[in-house]
Antibody, heavy 121, light 108 residues
Framework: QVQLVESGGAVVQPGTSLRLSCAAS????????IHWVRQTPGKGLEWVAV????????KYADSVKGRFTISRDNSKKTLDLQMNSLRSEDTALYYC???????????????WGQGTLVTVS | ETVLTQSPATLSLSPGERATLSCRAS??????LAWYQQKRGQAPRLLIY???NRATGIPARFRGSGSGTDFTLTISSLEPEDFAVYYC??????????FGQGTRLEIK
């Protein structure tokens, strides 16, 4: 079965950096775009970033552009999110999420991890 | 940014009743709309994609409809496990995709 397991969440101070990771299993990782989506009680669900199946194309929400970097290693079936210059508004539960379609991202999400909590304070 | 407005914020119904949840977009999203269910302490689960397609393993009592700016998720006969929060999400303006604020479906 499809599994996405996030790690790396922590309590950090504003202005610092943090790296989140996601380990995937149960599907052909290299064929799907993978996203990060975050959730807060106040702002709800917010899409953060996507990396194409081959790792070359990457897109970001305006709120994180220039601060966050998404990357993947298809040989290891892992996804990373490097978060720099963290702000209080980045506090959220971060989900690693699989795109529904093989190949180009379709931005509908059929499998979600359980999330990793980032607190910036 | 395309804003999705869900209504009602909270819906109180009994098992066996029919639930009708609404999602309205601030501009047309075609049929590029999905619905997710989230139970307390769990990640969201995809129910419907592209407005009316049920995701793998989703029971037939869940039905999505609509196009353009007005969408509906209908649960024909509520089961106890259906009480949760439901979100809509549009992908028309990718990568600037957006989610609605959610409808809480609670037991009356």
């Amino acid at each position: 079965q499809v599994q996405l397991v996030e790690s790396g969440g922590a309590v950090v101070q504003p202005g610092t950096s943090l790296r989140l990771s996601c380990a995937a299993s149960g599907f052909t990782f290299s064929k799907y775009a993978i996203h990060w989506v975050r959730q807060t009680p106040g702002k709800g669900l917010e899409w953060v970033a996507v990396v194409a199946s081959d790792g070359r194309d990457k897109k970001y929400a305006d709120s994180v552009k220039g601060r966050f970097t998404i990357s993947r290693d298809n040989s290891k079936k892992t996804l990373d999110l490097q978060m720099n210059s963290l702000r209080s508004e980045d506090t959220a539960l971060y989900y690693c999420v699989k795109d529904i379609k093989e190949g180009a991202a379709e931005y509908h999400f059929d499998y979600w991890g359980q999330g990793t909590l980032v607190t910036v304070s | 940014e395309t804003v999705l407005t869900q209504s009602p914020a909270t819906l109180s119904l009994s098992p066996g009743e029919r639930a009708t949840l609404s999602c309205r977009a601030s501009q047309s999203v075609g049929t590029y709309l999905a619905w997710y269910q989230q139970k307390r302490g769990q990640a969201p689960r995809l129910l419907i994609y592209d407005a009316s397609n049920r995701a793998t393993g989703i029971p037939a009592r869940f039905r999505g409809s609509g196009s353009g700016t007005d969408f509906t998720l209908t649960i024909s006969s509520l089961e106890p496990e259906d009480f949760a929060v439901y979100y809509c999400q549009q992908r028309r303006s990718w990568p600037s995709i957006t989610f609605g604020q959610g409808t809480r479906l609670e037991i009356k």
